[in-house]
């Protein structure tokens, strides 16, 4: 059982509306009907619709070694215990799916690792293995694999029964496999029968347990997206197409960044919408309407997905490494770059650095690729702002720099589960190589809380703190209160030299504080001037932290209380000759100075502070040379 505050906050962020009609609802599906009116006889599967994809092209360079984080191996050449965490080896009981806390640790381990072998990403890859190399042994351990989970694990009696994107993305990648198999001519009847009736029990499952109201972000998406694909796969209907391209809608601002305001989950995002649009495509079904209404807002999401990655990559907000479909034995595998490469297929774009089309894109599209868009000239990054959604990329190309600024909310206008508290937050990245960085996201099992708070926390991102708190105040490790953007007063862009100034009142009502950073970017000299406005609006006397992330990888020339000088000839100085700056590296008590490139890792960073005290108005800010 989860605690009583975990549910006192979560009810916290929820409508009164939603907890009697919807929750209630949710209550009673789960416990009631789906446990004892819903019909679980899955033996009557339907036939697959007429599939116009192939995959003939192209030889699948299989690998049976399946990584989780980094931090385990998998072999898929061998027995996959189903109710066992790879990591940790703690093993699960059965029982019905709402009786599990998965945030118990002792028990179950980070069910994040049996969720992600659960996933079945690499089943789609061991067919393209059998059709297109003629592996046997391939074909074999996908029959022992979807046997064994058939098997071992009881429906909605287990880990693997209690998350409908977990649920969703291994139907998806059940799908796949199933469409690849029956284009080969697979003669395997009992195989073939044994993933409809998975996928079948995956569709019951999430039809009853969509994610509704305050869990409509990604979760919802997925499952929606799962949903459709049967449809399209198995049935002549368009109600659960038409909610997920709906659902996609709504999802994504008119400026193109989804809302939830992280990068990573923008490509999960983005992900969802490729299949489905790609599968109703190679199906024929006549959807160009609602098709076409997406165009321009698919085609503005590969736009800021481009800005993320051009010059170096940007991370805004949580990442957890996800992914829809993931060829997991290519090691160079950059998922943002093929899901540029998605949108190029689908919408003659050319966002990807290149254009080799990798196996993600391979089973997503088969040989129906245009050989028009490999023919397009590479898009340039300019500089830009995505004003619905409060973001702005800023280039010096001939030094190969980037500048991002944050003037967003925290996160989506739901929970802000994965909003990051980086309001009026900067990065810089030279050469490819990030300078000044967001740190991360790490984690998100309850037992790293501390660290979960701290990498989302105001310290983890160059931006200013007052009194040590955040921009709003956590609730749960995937809620926050709402937030509201900050307010873009200018933007001028004119001679090489962009000005922007910006104001944040999150800490007005609290503190009585408004805190306005202005920056000037002149290009030509290679200079960033911060000017930072403290306004005291009444008057009391406050604690300032104005913050910078330095990634740990380079390396300090000199390190002084008003000058940082890297390594890259990045120098940075502040500008009221009252301020000082403090390092820290490591720190545990208060958690400060560390850095995570990827979920599952962290490392000691770098982390600089301008404190002061103030009982007024009060300036400060940094001058950056590279």
Request: charged share 25%; net charge negative.
């Amino acid at each position: 059982m989860k605690s009583i505050g975990f549910y006192f906050n979560r009810i916290k962020s929820i409508s009164l509306r939603e907890l009697l009609l919807y929750r209630t609802y949710q209550f009673i599906n789960q416990n009631v009907k789906l446990k004892y009116f819903v019909n679980k006889d899955f033996s009557k599967i339907k036939s697959v619709n007429n599939n116009l994809v192939s995959w003939k092209s192209t030889a699948i360079d299989f690998d049976s070694n399946y990584d989780i984080f980094e931090k385990v191996s998998v072999n898929l050449y061998g027995e996959i215990d189903w109710l066992s965490d790879p990591l940790t080896g703690k093993r699960h009981s059965l029982m019905y799916f709402t009786l599990y806390n998965k945030q118990n640790y002792e028990l179950y381990g980070d069910v994040k690792y049996l969720s992600d072998i659960g996933r079945f990403h690499f089943l789609p890859f061991m067919a393209l293995d059998y059709a297109n190399n003629g592996s046997t042994v391939s074909l074999d351990y996908i029959e022992k694999h979807v046997s064994n989970f058939s098997k071992n694990v009881k429906f909605l009696h287990s880990i693997h029964w209690t998350s409908g994107i977990e649920i969703a993305i291994r139907n998806i990648n059940f799908t796949y496999t199933l469409l690849i198999l029956e284009k080969a001519d697979c003669k395997e009847a009992n195989l073939i029968k044994e993933l409809k009736e998975l996928i079948v029990k995956g569709v019951t499952f999430i039809k009853n347990n969509l994610s509704l109201y305050s869990s409509a972000n990604n979760h919802l998406l997925a499952e929606l997206c799962a949903l459709a694909m049967y449809n399209l796969i198995f049935e002549k209907q368009s109600k659960y197409i038409r909610m997920f391209l709906k659902e996609v809608d709504s999802q994504f601002n008119e400026d193109g960044v989804n809302f939830e305001l992280s990068t990573g989950y923008h490509a999960e995002a983005l992900d969802y919408a490729v299949v489905v649009i790609s599968m109703i495509k190679h199906m024929g079904r006549d959807l160009e309407f609602e098709i076409h209404k997406l165009r321009h807002k698919l085609i503005a999401a590969g736009s800021f997905l481009f800005h993320c990655e051009a010059f170096g990559p940007s991370h805004f907000g949580d990442c957890d490494d996800g992914h829809l479909i993931y060829p997991f034995m290519d090691k160079k595998f950059d998922y943002h770059q093929s899901i540029l490469q998605s949108v190029d297929i689908l919408y003659k774009t050319r966002y990807c650095k290149e254009f080799d089309i990798d196996s993600r894109n391979f089973l997503i599209f088969g040989d129906n690729v245009d050989s028009e868009v490999l023919e397009k000239e590479a898009e340039e990054p300019n500089d830009i702002v995505f004003d619905d959604s409060g973001y702005i990329f800023l280039y010096d190309k001939p030094n190969s720099a980037k500048f991002t600024f944050d003037f967003g909310a925290i996160g989506d206008n739901l929970l802000s589960a994965h909003g990051h508290s980086d309001q009026l937050a900067f990065t810089l990245t030279i050469n490819g190589e990030p300078v000044i960085v967001d740190n991360g996201t790490f984690q998100y099992h309850e037992r790293y809380k501390d660290l979960r708070n701290y990498f989302r926390g105001i310290y983890a991102h160059n931006t200013i703190a007052v009194n040590g708190e955040n921009h709003a105040k956590i609730l749960t490790r995937m809620s926050w209160t709402k937030t509201n953007k900050a307010i873009l007063h200018k933007y001028e862009n004119k001679n090489n030299v962009v000005t922007i100034s910006a104001s944040s009142n999150l800490f007005e009502k609290r503190f009585g504080i408004i805190i306005v950073r202005n920056i000037e970017y002149n290009k030509d000299d290679s200079n960033i001037f911060i000017f930072d406005e403290i306004i005291n609006v009444e008057g009391k006397e406050v604690v300032i932290d104005s913050i910078l992330n330095i990634n740990p990888s380079l390396k300090q020339i000199k390190k002084a209380n008003n000058k940082l000088v890297l390594e890259n000839g990045v120098v940075i100085e502040v500008l009221n000759k009252r301020d000082e700056l403090s390092y820290f590296s490591g720190n545990l008590n208060p958690i400060l100075g560390w850095y995570s490139d990827k979920f599952e890792h962290k490392l000691e960073g770098v982390t600089v502070i301008n404190k002061f005290k103030t009982a007024e108005n009060r300036k400060s800010g940094y001058k950056i040379t590279y």
